[in-house]
T-cell receptor, first 114, second 116 residues
Framework: DGGITQSPKYLFRKEGQNVTLSCEQN?????MYWYRQDPGQGLRLIYY???????QKGDIAEGYSVSREKKESFPLTVTSAQKNPTAFYLC?????????????FGSGTQLSVL | AQKVTQAQTEISVVEKEDVTLDCVYE???????LFWYKQPPSGELVFLIR??????QNEISGRYSWNFQKSTSSFNFTITASQVVDSAVYFC?????????????FGTGTRLKVLA
């Protein structure tokens, strides 16, 4: 079955540590996205990528980094510069980045600070 | 600026009741799309419906129906004869291109609890 796989499901970060969240899709989608979900705040866009080797900052990119070396993969690194990283992180993809495209989501990673 | 407002933070209903989730949006785009997604406890958002700004026809899919009214900038979602499995967080979203920049904006979500 095609879909988006996020791992791990739960992740704990120590202060000063960088952690990487994995996102893999086998839908052959060109566009991929990372969202952060906080209680009562909906989803906010961190980074997005329209094609391999290209990505753009979203609304809350500070303290995060991404790469897109393969079409299938779009890992997100939460750096030590992100002072409030505790949140639920969702990876999504779409066939292409266009206003009419629906998003397909992974099941998320809950990141907490130790 | 684009904005999506879901004023209902949480709604509780008893099974078999009908329930309407409200969504009000703001945009200056003439062409835009509206979406509803469901987030069950498992976490992933699941697409429910997409509607473009030129199509104001209401839509019904089983127990689900959607009412799109451009005059009031609303895209409300009704579940008829609710079931416990409908318990989830529901998000309304708006997609458009503002000043040449692609934007996909989510509301803050409405948590629906259906009690047996």
């Amino acid at each position: 079955d095609g879909g988006i796989t996020q791992s791990p499901k739960y992740l704990f970060r120590k202060e000063g540590q960088n952690v990487t969240l994995s996102c893999e899709q086998n839908l052959n989608h060109d566009a991929m996205y990372w969202y952060r979900q906080d209680p009562g705040q909906g989803l906010r866009l961190i980074y997005y990528s329209q094609i391999v080797n290209d990505f753009q900052k979203g609304d809350i990119a500070e303290g995060y980094s991404v790469s897109r070396e393969k079409k299938e993969s779009f890992p997100l690194t939460v750096t030590s510069a992100q002072k409030n990283p505790t949140a639920f992180y969702l990876c999504a993809s779409s066939i292409k980045q266009a206003t009419n495209e629906k998003l397909f989501f992974g099941s998320g990673t809950q990141l907490s600070v130790l | 600026a684009q904005k999506v407002t879901q004023a209902q933070t949480e709604i509780s209903v008893v099974e078999k009741e009908d329930v309407t989730l409200d969504c009000v949006y703001e945009t200056r785009d003439t062409t835009y799309y509206l979406f509803w997604y469901k987030q069950p406890p498992s976490g992933e958002l699941v697409f429910l419906i997409r509607r473009n700004s030129f199509d104001e026809q209401n839509e019904i899919s089983g127990r689900y129906s959607w009412n799109f009214q451009k005059s009031t900038s609303s895209f409300n979602f009704t579940i008829t004869a609710s079931q416990v499995v409908d318990s989830a967080v529901y998000f309304c979203a708006l997609s458009g291109t503002t000043s040449g920049t692609y934007k996909y904006i989510f509301g803050t979500g409405t948590r629906l609890k259906v009690l047996a």
